[in-house]
């Protein structure tokens, strides 16, 4: 099996390491990611700038390419460029910090997945809910359980697989459920300052509110100590609106 691997942290980012020792037990892995960290890239792309790639190695052992753009740049190019062979799937990860909620349309880590799906490739994205002190261990346990679930045979055509990890040691996890995305927003602040020229600039600063009344969503998981597994597909339709609509034009036809 042929794995790709990418993430939003960057190349050098501690997430990414762990995510291709894991990988590796499971098949070749080519690691495709940003040069730098691109968190909250979204899915963005770039078109007015080249894309320019370094091999990185760790020592002798070549570890893979950096890239100058986003995570969705480092998906186009490694199927359409940089590998050999389409891979079979495409990881992304592991991620320090939560993907949950709302922050799914901003994460560059869940990005790197859909592109995968996009291009016919099946994806999953891994994250660790935590900014500090992460138990890198139990990301790792996580994600080979979830590999040896879904790596074959478990993952739907269209869709990909969004992995939240509570940071926990591993022997206090209590498990792993299915959850929906829960309906959240920040509420943000922007801080105004001044630099040493005397330019104005200002700092983004927010905090999560949730929305959704629901237990089975992602962020309570697990906040309750679950790992949250999250199918996502990037059809955006409203489909009880479009319903809505056909309903009101032929009415009005």
Known sequence: MNILLCNDDGIHAPGLRLLRDTAREYGEVSVVAPEYERSAAGHSITLADPLRTKEIYHG????????????????????????????DIVLSGVNLGS??????????????????????????????????????????????????????????????????????????LRGMKPAGMGKSRFVEKFHKRTDPQGNTYYWLDGELEILDRTDDIDIRVVGEGYVALTPIHFDLTDRDWLDHLRDASEHTE
């Open 99 to 172: 993907n949950t909620g709302i922050s799914v349309l901003y994460s560059g880590t869940v990005s790197a997945a859909t592109e995968g799906v996009i291009l016919g490739i099946p994806g999953i994205a891994f994250s660790l809910c935590t900014y500090e002190t992460p138990h890198w261990e139990t990301a790792a346990g996580v994600v080979r359980r979830v590999l040896d679930r879904f790596l074959h045979n478990g993952l739907r055509p269209g869709s990909l697989l969004n992995v939240n990890i509570p940071n926990l040691p591993h022997g206090e």
């Open 60 to 87: 002798d052992d070549f570890f893979g390419w950096a890239v100058s753009g986003t995570p969705a740049d480092c998906v186009k190019l490694a199927v359409c460029a940089l590998l050999d062979e389409p891979p």
